[in-house]
């Protein structure tokens, strides 16, 4: 047994506290918003011992390392190692951002891995030569530094926060803004109408059924609506929308300085320069079992293995189960009425388990609300329960402990369940309000920030089409929830208003409204939401949209347009990005198969001349006006009846023109279109069936 020289013997030792405490660290106190909810003193006591038996058991095995070329070779790979983990874990991590996904399915960045891999190999032949010693000495500094400063940050970050502000309210005046994520409009507005209770419990709130997000996202979406600045995406990042909007505009903060003892959770806290307030997901309910403690140590692990290694050398949660219980962190037994027990048992999505926890923090703030002073309070409040995917039913019981339920649940019936149980909440907390006795003098705000993802709308409605065929963002994302009850109002049942509210509008009408005097309020864009004028038809916001299908919800993978303030959003919507595919009219007198193409949404396009969808038993053909001597439009459709069906052009009935002929279950519509003029024809057919389209020519020839 040959004892490793000491160079060798001191990147041994690096390399397992660089990778099981160092990497998990520099994780952590690079996110300080997201692991708020830890305890600091177990999460690095738990990662120092992983590291400490991985450090001992590693010095163990390297003594049964020959001397001989072999060995020498080992110790060059272990170099090799250490070095493509130093740059990838701190420098050029090997995941790209891509939103809510499974840490072991997040894509690698290939570039990161090149130049990582040749760094590496520098690095380990710098090791060996004439600078040896100077790169062992900067690699143990190096490590050291993040490892001490790294630790030094959590400990003074990241500790319990005394949670007095965010359950007080004022017996005079006071706002509260309620946030519940990705509710979507148009089911929460079903919910509501079809449940008298709700009716009731909302009588004096205005609920805007136009409302729209320009954001697909939270961060965006939430900062828009603070600040009034209509397009964040003239920031490019968000890093560096938080770094230039300036906090003094912000709502939160204008309310505090204009004398509200203002708190804040969740993403409201950005920008919010009263630390004290600031309250971050999953820290008012802190009741956390040992068995959780210990996964959010995995979780964190499973990151630092993704950023450092990639995704796929990610080890799965399961596999780790019995070392966790071999130490003694058994599962909770599950009980029903005890939440944190049953999301051990989770059946659904990993990464899920943190957001879905935030029902415990809805309850807590409902429950302990309390009037503790006469001075005006405001709450910006936005909690996770209701994220995707769908984790509670319609009475607000976790179900996703059943991997069957689970898998039936996500989709329309699941969220508008889900939904119902957010309005169930909403209720309670009105109900609080009125227990209270500070209902009349406060005014509310119940919103989501956007809609839900394609997959929780109907596949036969226009909600559910996908931006440029993005799997997540579609039309009904920028549908949000939005209702207000202002101070001292009075009605006999809610209000829906048809204007086309954007969450923009929220700082001017808070501005207003909520602040003595109202200076300064000019400043933010928009409209008094509260003010019954009517909004100019001209008057128009933006909307960011997906570049492609692989865009995240940042703001650099999307690209702002101009929008109308106008309703029939989800019909302009589609207009716009299916004319945006036709770059060419088709050709004259040439059957055009339909049948075959690229997805678009529930139907299919060619990408250039003709697209094709479906919405509930109508039927769309869109085409570019053709450049021929036209005198009409042949489309041949596939169905079983063709009785009761009915023809447009571009909004103009058509049917009585039309020659309609049959074979069998092939169906051939003869339309007229010598009077059709503009840039785009639309052909649908509606009926009792769907029917679909085959084929369309249109006749003559190019003049």
């Keep these: 047994m040959k004892i490793p020289e000491k160079a060798d013997m001191l990147y041994v030792l690096m390399l397992p506290i660089f990778v099981f405490y160092t990497v998990p660290v520099y994780i952590i106190f690079n996110n300080p918003n997201d692991f708020q909810d830890i305890s600091a003193s177990f999460t690095l006591v738990t990662l120092a011992a992983t590291a400490a038996v991985i450090v001992i058991a590693a010095l163990i095995l390297v003594l ?16 090799f190692v250490f070095f493509f983990l130093l740059l990838s874990g701190l420098v050029l991590p090997l995941t790209k951002v891509a939103g809510q996904i499974e840490v072991g399915l997040i894509p690698i960045n290939a570039v990161n891995f090149f130049f990582a891999f040749i760094g590496a190999l520098l690095l380990t032949f710098f090791s060996m030569g004439i600078h040896a010693g100077k790169l062992l000495i900067a690699s143990l500094v190096f490590v050291a530094l993040n490892t001490i400063v790294g630790t030094a940050i959590i400990l003074i970050n990241i500790a319990p926060k005394s949670v007095d502000s965010i359950h007080m309210a004022s017996s005079m005046k006071n706002v509260f803004v309620l946030s519940f994520d990705g509710l979507s409009r148009d089911i929460s507005l079903e919910v509501l109408r079809e449940n008298p209770e709700y009716l009731a419990a909302f009588k004096d709130f205005t609920f805007f059924q136009n409302a729209l997000s320009s954001a697909p996202a939270t961060i965006p979406s939430i900062a828009s609506e603070l600040s009034g600045i209509a397009n964040v995406k003239v920031f490019d990042t968000e890093k560096n929308m938080k770094d230039a909007i300036d906090p003094n505009i912000l709502m939160t903060n204008r309310l505090d300085q204009g004398g509200f003892v203002v708190s804040t959770y969740g993403p409201y806290n950005e920008g919010f320069e009263e630390n ?34 990639s995704s796929y050398l990610v080890f799965e949660r399961e596999n780790v189960d019995p070392i966790i219980a071999a130490i003694g962190y058994e599962k909770t037994k599950p009980r029903r009425d005890n939440l944190r027990s049953l999301v051990e048992y989770h059946k659904g999505v990993d990464w899920d388990r943190g957001s879905l926890l935030t029902m415990l923090d809805v309850e807590d703030y409902i429950t302990n609300i309390h009037v503790g002073t006469q001075e005006p309070v405001a709450h910006f409040v936005h909690f996770l329960q209701t994220h995707f995917p769908v984790d509670f039913d319609e009475t607000c019981a976790y179900r996703s402990d059943d991997a069957e339920w689970f898998r039936n649940n996500q989709n329309r019936v699941g969220a508008t369940n889900e939904t119902k149980c957010a309005f169930s909440q909403f209720a309670r907390f009105v109900g609080r309000l009125r227990e209270l006795g500070i209902y009349d003098m406060s005014m509310i705000i119940i919103k989501s920030d956007h809609g839900q993802p394609v997959a929780y709308n109907d596949p036969d409605k226009l909600e559910s089409f996908k931006v440029k065929e993005h799997p997540y963002w579609g039309f009904a994302r920028y549908t949000p929830l939005l209702g207000i009850k202002n101070f ?216």
Excluded at 290 to 308: G, S
Excluded at 629 to 653: C, K, M, P, Q, W
Aim: aromatic fraction near 8%; glycine fraction near 6%; charge should be neutral.
């Design 64 to 79: 049964f390392v020959p001397g001989n070329r072999i060995g020498k070779g080992v110790f060059v790979a272990l170099r």
């Design 488 to 703: 001292a109002a009075i009605s006999p049942a809610p209000t829906f208003d048809e204007r086309v509210a954007v969450l923009t509008d929220l700082a001017k009408t808070l501005c207003l409204n909520a602040l003595k005097p109202t200076s300064g309020c000019d400043a933010y864009s928009g409209f008094d939401l509260l003010d019954k004028a009517v909004m100019p038809a001209d008057s128009g916001t933006y909307l960011y949209l997906v570049k492609d299908a692989s865009s995240t919800f940042y703001l650099d993978s999307q690209e702002a347009i101009d929008w109308p303030r106008q309703p029939d959003f989800y019909r302009r919507l589609n207009d716009k990005l299916s004319s945006s595919l036709l770059t060419a009219p088709l050709s004259c007198s040439t059957e055009i198969d339909l049948s075959r193409g690229k997805p678009y949404s529930n139907g299919l396009t060619d990408g250039s001349t003709w697209v094709q969808w479906y919405e509930g038993t109508s039927t769309f053909v869109k085409t570019r006006i053709p450049h021929c001597d036209a005198i009409g439009a042949s489309i041949t459709l596939v169905g079983t009846s063709v009785e009761g069906y009915s023809i447009e052009i571009n909004g103009s009935d058509r049917t009585p023109s039309a020659r309609i002929e049959t074979n069998g279950k092939v169906i051939t519509m003869n339309v007229p279109i010598s009077d059709i003029s503009g840039k785009d024809l639309l052909l649908s057919v509606r009926g009792p069936v769907r029917l679909v389209p085959s084929s369309i020519q249109f006749a003559g020839n190019t003049p």
């Design 276 to 309: 004290e307030r600031k309250y971050s997901y999953r820290t008012l309910d802190t009741n956390f079992t040992p068995r959780q403690r210990i996964d959010r140590v995995v979780e964190i692990q499973q990151y630092a293995m993704a950023r450092m290694l």
